[in-house]
């Protein structure tokens, strides 16, 4: 299991590698300079022309292509995704910044997806063509058609401006002496999280209905219960083990989704995660910030496929690690 | 963001991130009336907004974020400041004349200036702010760009900045609370937009850390006092800084006892509003109506000390023999219906612009030529210099080649499309077939503007904006040899009797006879009346800034230049 | 004769749907006396797997419905049951082994886990005692290495060792009966003797009674003590093995003798029976083999032949013999 996990994470290494080459590449073909918005609107620099060039040559930006992305990549093995030409700052300390931010409401999102849609869609299975089943999937149609950042402001709109009872921005409570603590910082995950969540929960409701069904007509459910097992047995040991299968992998590619998925939703919500900071940064041309946020999303994305190949693996032992 | 009397942010600043644009309220105080009749309450909590993360670096002049400097100047005060009125009033400083040269300034610091730990703000806290400046620190490491507001003192050398610690000799402390400013040149703008953004630092802190670490430094991170109104207690980054009331404030203790600023996206600000978790925050004009029948919020509106404008390319090679006369801008302006333009765009909540400075502004020369919409005189005009309408119904050049201009326009931005289409059927209407290019990225526009030395960029006509700051002076942007000039306006041509003329003017502007400030207003008109009629771009108009604050909200200055004096400002209970 | 263990009358499952109404068990009747084995023999589509399920209650719903019939297992009605009730006896008094043993076991458990939580379920056993006995089971139906066995999956085992797997399983509460529907049919020849083999020292040792379903008459010829012959979701012949073997009456059930192989004897080709099995959604309406029948007169095609008792225990629904 050890020497697997280790063997995936060395093939991803190229892959990687890449994903940088291309974004390097692309990025480079975005027309405009940061330096250019950053200096050469102040009225008052003198020499805004021979300032650019410099800040430009200091970024190491009048390199070649090829020169520059060898220097980013012995930088970044040193641990150093250079400095945000914007804010001035270290890019790990705004990436320290925003990543965990993101990947809690991911993961909040991911949790809130699981408990609602694996239960909801074992029930509607179990019940099929049945009341439960039809008002809840005409609900999970409808979840999944409508985009997320409606849902963001109807739910904005109800609980935080209607009903007061749910913060519609942050993640934490400002100027209180609760702020920060567990209860404010659920608080204010619970409005993004959900509405990050709920187009999947509609799909992994649907995903799982759709599992459920086609394990209950296999030929070892049956023996399940040709075996006298009761009911609950049959549905939760025998059918929802099997039928959690590719939820399980759909899981893990979700997680790199999730991650980027946030990022209107982060706008909308103020949420100070890698979403804002991967606009503005494209917005400005702010290189160092572009390159490490993308190189974020693809390792996560890639973390994402390796965690479903483990998980699928420990849940399916049909599945060996070669 | 919001701007305080002090110049912390650039003197101009692009408005097409209007995203960020400027907001501030009509001039006047806040419910003047009942802040007469019922009685000061002070203490509760004040929330304010920014629509995106703010900067890091709470150290004057150190971040380039304005919402950073509006948060940082509400806990660092600058030596003077602006009152609602432009003027230059005291502050740190109560006390300051100039030598008879007009090269000298002598300041005095107010004997009642303290930092909101009760210690009191000496010339040697000036110094820090000066040196900060001027550093090789700030100025080259860090990057920072608000050096030039002292590269007219004596002893900097033209690089603009000196060595970590080393004060220009123009620099001197004549006692514990007296310090003088030499100038190079005498200049009338130097005190309005230079020297009045002096701010100073605490020694007792800062002075202990040289200034190459001072970036990040603890202090730099989350300042734990300061000279302002509201001094910071907690900064959670991308999310809130929340201040509270500093009671050795030199203009006096603020009655507001808490002052938060979040984070808050420009797509729920309104309800923010109207649920009462935000105080006050700039909402967009045509939410007027809307937000007016919110019961517990009032709404101010007043005109922004800035202008939009239709640029030109005048160099351009294609067009640039039309582009460049006078005549045909003038018809342009005449065929553009701007009253219908800001009421469509703006619900009516938009100013016209006549010339470089806003009509709200104190230096405003009220006798400039208003350009009525008069599509006949734009055709006569455009007939005057043989632009004769033919096949097709379309003008042609002069030598009957066909005109067919583009306009470039930045993506992202709705109001700057619908503005391109408005423009565009109002020349169709006088025969000039004006084409709109797809919208691009604001950063390609300016690539192609920053690089057309030789007219030969796509870009020919564009749409630009400018805010401006408390001071009039227009260099940076209006002299033949501002760089501004060249890539944003392109009125330029050495050769041209009005742009010699124009040069001449501003530089009259703020020579030593416009210490007078009669002298001052007077060529300003005249520099404002040759703009007027040259129009080196067709001015437009501006969006008004509209505040939509809370009813428990009182005595809150609202100007073009920013939200003033929230020491003064006010929270009712029981709303 | 004694009480049977089993006796079933007028057995139907239908399919039922908006539009159609398939007749897949249509009023089936036969016994099963205890410590015998029965065998039900017909081509598939004969409706002799649904009669097995419907014994066991097991017919995939909605659809498939026991409409009508009595299954008195024991002296109990078991269509009468609660379905907890049924529960009960699934596993305990009724076992039941599959065709496909490479679907009929859960891929994802392991086998012991499979075989164990029979013993919880009717035995209450624990979770350790019962793997003690699921050692002890998986040794009684030949694994040598059966403590490894229970730790591992499915798919780690032969189609053989999966199918004896199953019988332990099946076998793991000692149950009355034990319906085996084509056992053997998936597996190799040898194996299929071995595990026929174990189903009959099993019976021997256990007195369990079997219902074998298959369309192998060979190995009915080998198992079975009784038989039933089913065609088109009816019983056309019942009677002894010997007595159908040596004496079959109705014609479909000689067509049946014909089409085995026979070595010693001299033949230039195997007969096979010409047509195929109604489907049940369209029957037609006389005697419903008559359309393939070498025999059938006019009337075979009008009226649906009774089961009639032509010899005793020996009942043939064919109006000809």
Known sequence: MTSYVIRRLLGLIPTLFIITVIVFSLMHLMPGNAFQALIGLNPHIKDAAKVIAQRTANAGLNLSWPQQYVNWIVNLLHGNLGTSFEFQEPVTTLIGIALPNTVTLALTAELIILIIGIPVGVFQANRVNKGFDISTSLVAVFLYSVPGFVFALFLIFLFSFTLNWLPSMGTVTAAVPWSGDLGDRIQHLILPATTLALPSVAYYTRLMRANTLQVFFQDYVRTARAKGLRSTRVLFRHVLRNAIIPITTQFGFDIGGLVGGAVILEQIFTWPGMGELTINANLNRDYPVILATTLIFAVMVLLGNLFADILLASMDPRVRYN | ?575 | MAEPLLKVRNLKTYFISKHSQVKAVDGVDFEVQPGKVLGIVGESGSGKSMTSLSLMRLVPGPQGRIVEGEVTFEGTDLLKLTERQMSDVRGNRMGMIFQEPMTALNPVLKVGEQIGEVLIRHRKLSKAEAKKQSIGLLRSVGFPRAEQIVDEYPHQLSGGMRQRAMIAMAMACQPKLLIADEPTTALDVTIQAQVLDLMKSLKNKNGTAIILITHDLGVIAEMADDVVVMYGGQVVESATADAVFDDPLHPYTKALMESIPVIDQDRDRLASIPGTVPSAANFPSGCRFAPRCTLAQESCHQKMPELRELKPGHYVRCDLV
């Open chain 2, 1 to 575: 963001m919001k701007r305080k009397s002090t110049l912390f942010t650039a003197a101009a600043v692009m408005t097409l991130s209007a995203l960020f644009a400027g907001y501030s309220g009509g001039i006047g105080v806040a419910d003047a009336a009942t802040a007469h009749r019922s009685p000061v309450t002070n203490g509760g909590t004040m929330v304010q907004t920014f629509p995106t993360a703010f900067g890091l670096n709470f150290i004057p002049f150190l971040s380039t974020s304005a919402y950073t400097a509006a948060a940082t100047s509400y806990s660092f005060d600058s030596i003077l400041r602006f009152n609602r009125n432009d003027q230059v009033s005291a502050d740190i400083v109560n006390k300051w004349w100039t030598s008879p040269d007009k090269k000298t300034y002598y300041f005095q610091i107010n004997p009642k200036a303290r930092w909101s730990n009760g210690m009191y703000i000496t010339t040697g806290d000036v110094k820090l702010g000066v040196d900060w400046l001027l550093s090789k620190s700030y100025n080259v490491t860090d990057g920072g760009s608000y050096g030039y507001l002292l590269s007219n003192v004596v002893g900097v050398p033209s690089s603009g900045y000196l060595p970590d610690g080393q004060t220009p000799s123009g620099f001197k402390i004549l006692g514990p609370r007296e310090f003088s400013v030499t100038l190079q040149h005498a200049d009338a703008a130097a005190l309005p937009a230079n020297l009045v953004a002096i701010t100073p630092l605490p020694t007792y802190i800062l002075g202990k850390i040289p200034m190459s670490q001072w970036k990040g430094t603890p202090f730099d991170r989350h300042p734990w006092i300061g000279s302002g109104p509201f001094i910071t207690t907690s900064i959670v980054p991308g999310q809130s800084i929340t201040q509270k009331a500093n009671p050795y404030y030199v203009l006096g203790a603020p009655h507001i006892a808490q002052n938060v600023w979040k984070v808050i996206s420009t797509d729920v600000v309104n309800g923010d509003l109207a649920s009462g978790q935000v105080t006050m925050a700039a909402i967009h004009a045509i939410d007027v109506a809307q937000m007016k029948k919110v019961p517990n919020l009032n709404i101010n509106v007043v005109p922004s000390n800035g202008f939009q404008y239709l640029g030109w390319r005048l160099n351009n090679a294609t067009y640039g023999s039309v582009f460049s006369q006078a005549t045909f801008r003038q018809a342009v302006e005449y065929a553009i219906n701007r009253p219908a333009m800001v009421k469509a765009l703006y619900a009516g909540y938009g100013t016209l612009e006549n010339g470089p400075l806003p009509p709200i502004n104190f230096w405003y020369n009220k006798s400039l030529n208003t350009y009525p919409y008069d599509p006949a005189k734009a055709n006569a005009l455009l007939n005057s210099i043989g632009m004769k309408i033919g096949a097709g119904g379309w003008r042609t050049m002069p030598n009957g080649q066909p005109f067919t201009p583009t306009l470039t326009i930045s993506s992202g931005d709705t109001t700057i499309q619908r503005q391109a289409d408005f423009i565009q059927s109002f020349l169709q209407a006088v025969h000039i077939n004006l084409k709109i290019n797809p919208p691009i990225n604001f950063n390609t526009i300016l690539t192609q503007l920053n690089s057309d030395s030789n007219g030969k960029q796509p870009i020919q006509a564009f749409l630009l904006g400018w805010s401006l700051s408390n001071d009039p002076d227009p260099r940076g942007l209006w002299r033949s040899t501002d760089n501004l000039n060249i890539v944003t306006i392109d009125w330029t041509n050495p050769k041209d009797p009005a742009i010699q003329l124009n040069d001449k003017l501003i530089h009259e502007s703020h020579g030593k006879a416009a210490y007078n400030i009669n002298y001052r207003i007077a060529t300003l008109n005249k520099w404002q009346a040759l703009l007027n009629q040259q129009l080196p771009e067709n001015f437009l108009f501006d969006a008004n800034n509209v505040t939509a604050y809370n009813k428990n909200l009182h005595g809150v200055v609202f100007t073009p230049y920013g939200n003033l004096d929230p020491q003064k400002w006010w929270l009712s209970t029981g709303n």
